[in-house]
């Protein structure tokens, strides 16, 4: 795969949108609500037909892809590739794990926790796809696919586009969109019609997505405060909500990832976790203990089983009214969760990343059905037969406050649930209008606020015509039903990611990362290497060898190079010195020299003084390659063994380029 040119990222100097991205975005999204409103009945009867069709005809391909994702995911965990950081080899993680966590979890599916915990066991409960309803088999078995439908899968298509885009963003400097994953397929023409029409796609995803689900969830919001308060179940209270988590989460937006997204993150995670353990202590403590992990175990006993199982010897309607509509849904969501997941995760390897997106959320989903679903079923199978079934089939927002009624404090957990609905919602509508927001810029890290804006009101003005004209059902359908084509550009994805992967891999095999400098003919002596070794020169020292040794030196190899016909840059910044030899086609080779800062080594109990001294500060000059920082310093060498460094570097990358011309 061959290394991007500089002029295809966006300047970091330079804010500015991509024009055909976010004005085909535009409109096609006002073209879509307004057909959605002026032929609501003819939408969703058209939408309804479409979707029929696919999963009628295309049921098989949904499971089988879907199938396909879950063991590619967990086969780069395990293989050598796992190793493999998302961004340079020297990166390190943005953000610790409890944030990451909480942005993973809030972004992903915690609002719909709340809307199914207690409705879909029940559902199934009361309508399995075989066998009798209302039985104890039926509980088992209701748990069984509810485990299924929110588990290991539905992250598995999450992390298929997250790690492609992280990949492909963050290590090989590629736009942090959509089009980007293709690279490798097709070149430099991802920033031509086809990516745009890629992007355009995914923010259509994301646009309908978000503004679908923000309508519904009103309905469940709604609901809480009629429990808690008595207030109307009304379209204009409906409509009031909407616009105070538009406003709420155009503020967030507007503070940025940081400052926002990350703390609404951890305050959902704490009131989730919290809510969860009042449901454990207050309900049958021992019986969802257990339960939990019998279920477990149930689901990984079932788990290929039901991967694969289109009940095609005993025909029903059941798996496409619920599996393979949520596979279309977890895949129409996927450019969203994807990207976000994405831009948290850099710096983390390849096999952190997968195994913390496939089972943290899912270890946490698994426990908050057991405790919210089991709850349920333990009530159904009880004493209080009827009173949760009647409720879902009667509305299913109520659901859960229904549950409520029947434990201790139920004004106060059905409060905190409520605020917990609110509080996913505007962290999915702000994380949504980021991720908008960063494709409609063409990628750029930090997009114009007054877009962050724009997307984000729009995401409510959406979602409120479609509440007050009707048409919400309809676009939530059209969502699922475009999911088709998107799996094949998932397919395509894996590919590309599987293609990128293995050039690395050769790569590194070929160079030999991480190494250490050996000299065939200017060997640095031992001396001059012991020298080094003790020395801690400060940055001002670094500086002037960068400019008096590494500059000639550089320049010196430059100028041989250029004679041979072959383009090649300098870069000369304030704390590194750069080569780069342009390849139309294939990887550039780079050689940077940079002045990194470190703390000179104490071993004195240093966790005892967490206050960082500025003058026990010394600075390195470490070798950059393409893959980032090699971590081993030149200081101290002369102009002819930084030059013999740079042809062992040089002679390894064009071995690389012959070996991967071979294959």
């Given at each position: 795969m061959s290394e991007p040119t500089q002029q295809n990222t966006q300047p970091a100097?330079?804010?500015?949108?991509?024009?055909?991205?976010?004005?085909?975005?535009?409109?096609?999204?006002?073209?879509?609500?307004?057909?959605?409103?002026?032929?609501?009945?003819?939408?969703?009867?058209?939408?309804?037909?479409?979707?029929?069709?696919?999963?009628?005809?295309?049921?098989?391909?949904?499971?089988?892809?879907?199938?396909?994702?879950?063991?590619?995911?967990?086969?780069?965990?395990?293989?050598?590739?796992?190793?493999?950081?998302?961004?340079?080899?020297?990166?390190?993680?943005?953000?610790?794990?409890?944030?990451w966590f909480a942005m993973l979890f809030s972004a992903g599916m915690g609002i719909g926790l709340l809307f199914y915990g207690v409705a879909e066991p029940i559902m199934h409960f009361a309508s399995p796809p075989v066998g009798e309803a209302g039985t104890v088999e039926a509980a088992r078995h209701a748990m069984s696919i509810t485990f299924f439908h929110w588990g290991l899968h539905a992250w598995a298509i999450y992390a298929v586009v997250g790690l492609s885009l992280a990949y492909f963003g963050f290590r090989h400097n590629l736009p942090l969109t959509i089009r980007s994953a293709l690279y490798p397929l097709i070149g430099e023409r991802i920033y031509g019609p086809i990516g745009h029409m890629v992007d355009i796609f995914a923010v259509l995803g994301t646009m309908f997505g978000i503004a679908t689900s923000l309508g519904l969830g009103v309905l469940q919001i709604n609901a809480g405060l009629n429990y808690l308060f008595d207030l109307p179940v009304s379209v204009p209270l409906q409509i009031g909500l909407i616009a105070l988590i538009t406003l709420l989460a155009t503020v967030s937006v507007v503070a940025g990832l940081d400052a926002g997204i990350k703390r609404l993150s951890v305050l959902n995670l704490g009131l989730a976790v919290l809510l969860l353990l009042f449901v454990l202590l207050a309900g049958p403590t021992l019986f969802l203990l257990q339960s939990l992990v019998q279920n477990t175990g149930q689901y990984l006993s079932e788990v290929v089983d039901m991967t694969f199982n289109l009940y095609a010897y005993e025909p029903n309607s059941w798996i496409g009214g619920w599996t393979l509509f949520y596979w279309g849904w977890w895949i129409a969501w996927s450019p969203f969760v994807g990207m976000f997941i994405a831009r948290v995760s850099r710096g983390r390897t390849i096999r952190e990343f997968v195994l913390g997106v496939l089972f943290v959320p899912v270890g946490f989903t698994f426990m908050w059905m057991t405790f919210f679903g089991g709850t349920a079923l333990h009530m159904e199978l009880g004493e209080l037969s009827g009173v949760i079934t009647g409720a879902v089939a009667e509305n299913v927002p109520i659901a859960i406050f229904t549950m409520f009624e029947q434990m201790p404090l139920s004004m106060i957990s059905s409060g905190v649930a409520t605020l917990l609905v609110v509080t996913f919602f505007v962290t999915s509508s702000d994380s949504g209008s980021l991720v908008i927001d960063t494709i409609t810029s063409g990628g750029h890290p930090k997009p114009p606020v007054w877009q962050r804006i724009f997307w984000a009101v729009t995401e409510g003005l959406v979602a409120s015509v479609l509440l007050l004209a009707g048409g919400l059902a309809a676009l939530q359908t059209a969502a699922i039903a475009g999911a088709l084509p998107f799996v094949m550009v998932m397919l395509v994805i894996c590919y590309g990611l599987y293609k990128g992967l293995r050039m690395e891999g050769i790569k590194r095999q070929v160079l030999g990362v991480p190494q250490?400098?050996?000299?065939?003919?200017?060997?640095?002596?031992?001396?001059?290497?012991?020298?080094?070794?003790?020395?801690?020169?400060?940055?001002?020292?670094?500086?002037?060898?960068?400019?008096?040794?590494?500059?000639?030196?550089?320049?010196?190899?430059?100028?041989?190079?250029?004679?041979?016909?072959?383009?090649?840059?300098?870069?000369?910044?304030?704390?590194?010195?750069?080569?780069?030899?342009?390849?139309?086609?294939?990887?550039?080779f780079i050689y940077g020299v940079h002045a990194?800062?470190?703390?000179?080594?104490?071993?004195?109990?240093?966790?005892?003084?967490?206050?960082?001294?500025?003058?026990?500060?010394?600075?390195?000059?470490?070798?950059?390659?393409?893959?980032?920082?090699?971590?081993?310093?030149?200081?101290?060498?002369?102009?002819?063994?930084?030059?013999d460094d740079v042809l062992i570097q040089y002679e390894k990358h064009m071995h690389f380029l012959h070996i991967v011309s071979e294959n």
């Open positions: 100097s330079k804010v500015e949108i991509n024009p055909p991205v976010f004005f085909g975005s535009a409109i096609l999204i006002l073209a879509l609500v307004i057909f959605a409103v002026s032929f609501s009945d003819f939408a969703a009867e058209l939408f309804t037909h479409v979707q029929g069709w696919i999963v009628e005809s295309f049921g098989w391909f949904y499971l089988l892809a879907v199938g396909v994702f879950l063991i590619f995911s967990l086969g780069l965990a395990i293989s050598s590739y796992g190793a493999i950081k998302l961004g340079p080899d020297h990166s390190e993680p943005d953000y610790g794990y409890t944030s250490t400098p050996v000299s065939t003919g200017r060997r640095v002596s031992w001396k001059q290497r012991l020298k080094n070794l003790s020395s801690h020169p400060n940055k001002t020292e670094i500086s002037r060898f960068l400019q008096q040794i590494i500059k000639p030196s550089l320049s010196e190899v430059a100028e041989e190079i250029r004679h041979g016909g072959v383009n090649v840059e300098i870069n000369d910044k304030e704390d590194y010195i750069e080569l780069k030899v342009i390849y139309d086609g294939e990887d550039d990194v800062g470190h703390l000179i080594p104490s071993f004195a109990f240093p966790e005892f003084d967490p206050i960082t001294d500025e003058s026990k500060r010394y600075f390195r000059a470490e070798v950059y390659l393409a893959e980032g920082s090699q971590h081993y310093d030149l200081y101290g060498y002369n102009q002819e063994q930084v030059i």
